[in-house]
């Protein structure tokens, strides 16, 4: 059974700071990794979207890695601002032909001015 | 509509009633999915429509949990005899075709059993 864990659980940084939120999976058999954000009260949005044979994708100040081999993602954010202060998610969709995705529990980062 | 639109965005009700939530998907999108989310913890996968028929309800917790999608386009989840554990957001998410791809979600429904 798929496993998804986030660590750290919280994280608050002085914005500027760049950091790393990282994603592990216990099945290696996945066909994508995607991360989203949350803000409190509201849905998710996706921020990046991983095939299995992608080693990273990249937005504007998030980078996103994946290492499927190892069961690792990482989301790189630089330049940290407090309107990046949220949750962040990340899920795995299984290698058959679905889009059901397994979720971490999420980090939760605060960004002080 | 431009996004995932979910109705309503709040109810509360009492323990043993029958409640509706509804999602409306992105216009043209063929699968939508349903996932629970409680307080502090990820979003849990519920069920998966593909056009009309559910490709994949494993994640019901059980018979009281059902859900339609009689025209391939607007989905609505229904929970009989609620209960106190039900209580929490449930998002649904659509995506424009088969297989796995990026899924867009509804702001949520969130659901309080007194």
């Known amino acids: 059974k798929q496993e998804v864990t986030q660590i750290p659980a919280a994280l608050s940084v002085p914005e500027g700071e760049n950091l790393v939120l990282n994603c592990s999976f216990t099945d290696s058999a996945i066909y994508n990794l995607q991360w989203f954000r949350q803000d409190p009260g509201k849905g998710l949005t996706s921020l990046l979207l991983?095939?299995?044979?992608?080693r990273e994708q990249t937005s504007g100040r998030l980078n996103a890695s994946l290492d499927k081999s190892s069961g690792r993602s990482t989301l790189y954010i630089a330049a940290s601002q407090p309107g990046d202060s949220a949750t962040y998610l990340c899920a795995v969709s299984g290698s058959g032909n679905t889009g059901k995705l397994i979720f971490g529990q999420g980090t939760t980062l605060q960004v002080k001015p | 509509g431009a996004g995932v639109s979910q109705t309503p965005s709040n109810k509360v009700t009492e323990k043993g009633k029958y409640v509706e939530l509804r999602c409306d998907p992105i216009?043209?999108?063929?699968?939508l999915y349903w996932y629970r989310q409680s307080l502090g913890q990820g979003p849990e996968f519920l069920i998966y429509f593909q056009g009309t028929g559910a490709a994949d309800d494993s994640g019901l917790p059980n018979d009281r949990f059902f859900a339609v999608r009689p025209e391939g386009s607007v989905s609505t989840l229904k929970i009989q005899r609620t209960e106190r554990g039900d209580s929490a957001v449930y998002l649904c998410a659509s995506s424009l075709g088969t297989g796995p791809g990026e899924l867009f979600f509804g702001e949520g429904s969130r659901l309080t059993v007194l």
């Open positions: 991983i095939q299995s044979s992608q």
């Open positions: 216009s043209g999108h063929t699968a």
